[in-house]
């Protein structure tokens, strides 16, 4: 077979094992709605959906920066996520309520930091060539004890020193607990069962997702990202810098995060040192049962998003169906959920690839 019909061939079994994959999401996702709407009281409340779906945010944006490394390949993996959120958020109080600066300048310095945390973890993977594994589980014990002693364990705005200010400004706290309703060019927008659509869901997820989308699908860069997950050693010789790649991947899941910790602490009006705690495997989930092969070179952002909504309305369905058991449980069918998103990706792959 010619090498142009075989790579055509190639091309066109992957969009098939892609649409595959996004259709067994659809199917799971639909399934876990219909089983908690039936069983669990009030998960159809609207005001429990707004709050899911408005909480949710913040882990779909770790799960779509964590995506980006595991496609760069190398065994990429990300496991300061949650880390990288704590310290973020944790700069972003230290500055606006300790210091007094400007809120937005606070938020432009939040950023910045989960950029260099994220490139710290680039240059010690893709320069040092130290084990991802190894190298995000000691960036995640670190940057988390960063973030605890910054403020000896406490959050900001901090109860205890009634001399600081006692919150953040009103117009950051929009952020997360605004609606796009509130803006007054999107006012016209109907409300669903008289809950507004979340600012951050507007505003801040689905630009993130599509510029995401573009980015991967339809520059150069995203081309190299899949070139260099599918076969570092061919992006090699095609003169792409591996090193480069993996290098940007792991800073922009460093910026993700940065992002992800403005919105926690727009939610919650508060910076805490630990909010992250937990959020790495969340984010992994997700990235896995998107269809990210954790091989690297495979993956999608609207995979992702499915994943997110799945792994959030679980969550949510089992606190309501457990109560104080769900602490318990949740962690479990994680993991449950972890390890068939890997076999069910693998069943997909050789069911409809060809030679």
């Given at each position: 077979?010619p090498?142009?019909?075989?790579?055509?061939?190639?091309?066109?079994s992957?969009?098939?094992?892609?649409?595959?994959?996004l259709a067994?999401?659809?199917?799971?996702f639909?399934?876990?709605?219909?089983?908690?709407s039936?069983?669990?009281?009030?998960?159809?409340?609207?005001y429990?959906i707004y709050?899911?779906v408005?909480?949710?945010?913040?882990?779909?944006?770790?799960?779509?920066?964590e995506?980006?490394?595991?496609?760069?390949?190398?065994?990429?993996?990300?496991?300061?996520?949650?880390?990288?959120?704590g310290?973020?958020?944790m700069?972003l109080?230290?500055?606006?309520i300790q210091?007094g600066?400007?809120?937005?300048?606070?938020?432009?310095?939040?950023?910045?930091?989960g950029?260099?945390?994220?490139?710290?973890?680039g240059?010690?993977?893709?320069?040092?060539?130290?084990p991802p594994?190894?190298?995000?589980?000691?960036?995640?014990?670190?940057?988390a004890?960063?973030?605890?002693q910054?403020?000896?364990?406490r959050p900001?705005?901090?109860?205890t020193?009634?001399?600081?200010p006692?919150?953040?400004?009103?117009e950051?706290?929009?952020?997360?607990?605004?609606n796009?309703?509130?803006?007054?060019?999107?006012?016209?927008?109907p409300?669903?069962s008289?809950?507004?659509?979340?600012?951050?869901?507007?505003?801040?997820f689905?630009?993130l997702t599509?510029?995401?989308a573009?980015?991967?699908r339809r520059?150069?860069?995203g081309?190299?990202l899949?070139?260099?997950?599918v076969?570092?050693l061919a992006?090699?010789?095609?003169?792409i810098?591996?090193?480069?790649?993996r290098?940007w991947?792991y800073?922009a899941?460093?910026?993700?995060?940065?992002?992800?910790?403005v919105?926690?602490?727009?939610l919650?009006?508060?910076?805490?040192p630990?909010?992250?705690e937990?959020?790495?495997?969340?984010?992994i989930?997700?990235?896995?049962?998107?269809g990210?092969?954790i091989?690297?070179?495979?993956?999608n952002?609207?995979?992702?998003?499915l994943s997110?909504?799945i792994?959030i309305?679980?969550?949510?369905?089992?606190?309501?169906q457990?109560?104080?058991?769900?602490?318990?449980?949740?962690?479990?069918?994680?993991?449950?959920?972890?390890?068939?998103?890997v076999?069910?990706?693998?069943?997909?792959r050789?069911?409809l690839?060809?030679?």
């Open positions: 077979m090498n142009g019909a075989r790579i055509t061939g190639i091309a066109r992957l969009r098939v094992i892609a649409a595959a994959r067994l999401l659809i199917v799971l639909t399934a876990l709605f219909l089983y908690f039936l069983n669990v009281p009030n998960f159809l409340g609207a429990n709050s899911v408005q909480n949710g945010v913040i882990i779909g944006i770790l799960g779509i920066g995506s980006l490394v595991i496609i760069s390949g190398g065994g990429g993996i990300d496991l300061s996520v949650g880390s990288m959120l310290l973020s958020g700069i109080g230290i500055m606006n210091w600066m400007n809120i937005w300048l606070a938020v432009a310095a939040c950023l910045l930091t950029l260099m945390l994220g490139c710290i973890n240059l010690l993977v893709s320069l040092v060539r130290i594994l190894i190298v995000t589980l000691a960036t995640y014990y670190g940057y004890a960063i973030a605890l910054l403020t000896s364990t900001l705005p901090d109860a020193q009634p001399n600081l006692q919150s953040l400004p009103s950051f706290i929009t952020i997360g607990n605004g796009m309703q509130d803006i007054g060019w999107l006012s016209w927008f409300k669903i008289g809950e507004g659509i979340p600012f951050q869901v507007f505003f801040v689905l630009p599509v510029i995401t573009f980015v991967l520059t150069v860069g081309r190299y899949y070139g260099v997950g076969n570092a992006a090699r010789f095609s003169a810098q591996v090193w480069g790649v290098f991947a800073a899941a460093g910026l993700f995060a940065g992002i992800a910790a919105v926690q602490t727009a919650s009006a508060s910076a805490t630990n909010v992250g937990g959020l790495n495997l969340q984010a989930t997700i990235a896995v049962l998107g990210v092969s091989t690297g070179g495979e993956g952002v609207l995979g992702v998003t997110t909504l792994v309305f679980l969550y949510n369905g089992l606190g309501l457990l109560g104080n058991n769900a602490g318990v449980w949740q962690p479990f069918a994680l993991g449950i959920l972890l390890i068939g998103s076999l069910l990706n693998e069943w997909v050789r069911r690839s060809v030679s």
